[in-house]
């Protein structure tokens, strides 16, 4: 396994590409991080980085390493830009997502825990992600079905 590597040499196999041109590359997975991802993420003029979300298990570390954008932090908009970087703990409720606002590509470095179950939740859409045992499924919080009990008396 390669562990030396270089961000203009990701392989193509570790690099993933949206449609609106976010480019994301696994760093970490390219050289064999298997606790901790690393991830360069290119974020285009007028694109976010992801869509508003939270985790319940993953804890996540920012580091803006150019550019200038929005960071969307539990509904609040906050100006980020080269040098700033913040810290997001697992399972706190803290929703974001990273906006750029400017006319250069944003670059952060998303560096975070890789737990075997997680669970997010996109609020502005009321919906569940939830990845388990290398399952992901997708659910409606308007689906969830509120009079259902483990109890196995009920």
């Given amino acids: 396994m390669k562990r030396i590597g270089s961000m203009d040499t990701v392989a193509d196999e570790f690099i993933w590409k949206g449609a609106f041109g976010l480019i994301s590359k696994e760093l970490g997975k390219s050289v064999g991080s298997e606790q901790l991802y690393a991830n360069l993420d290119i974020v285009p003029p007028g694109a976010h980085s992801t869509k508003y979300h939270s985790h319940s298990r993953q804890e996540e570390f920012f580091f803006i390493l150019s550019g200038n ?45 890789r737990p075997e179950e997680d669970t997010c939740y996109y609020p502005d859409e009321d919906m569940y992600l939830h990845r388990m045992n290398g399952i992901c499924q997708k659910y409606s919080g ?13």
């Fill in 69 to 113: 954008g929005t960071l969307r932090l539990n509904d609040k908009e906050l100006q980020v830009g080269t040098g700033d970087f913040f810290a997001k703990p697992a399972g706190k409720g803290i929703t974001h997502t990273f906006y750029n606002s400017s006319s250069q590509n944003l670059l952060i470095l998303d560096v975070g825990t």
């Fill in 142 to 154: 308007k689906t969830l079905d509120d009079d259902w009990s483990a109890n196995p008396d009920t």
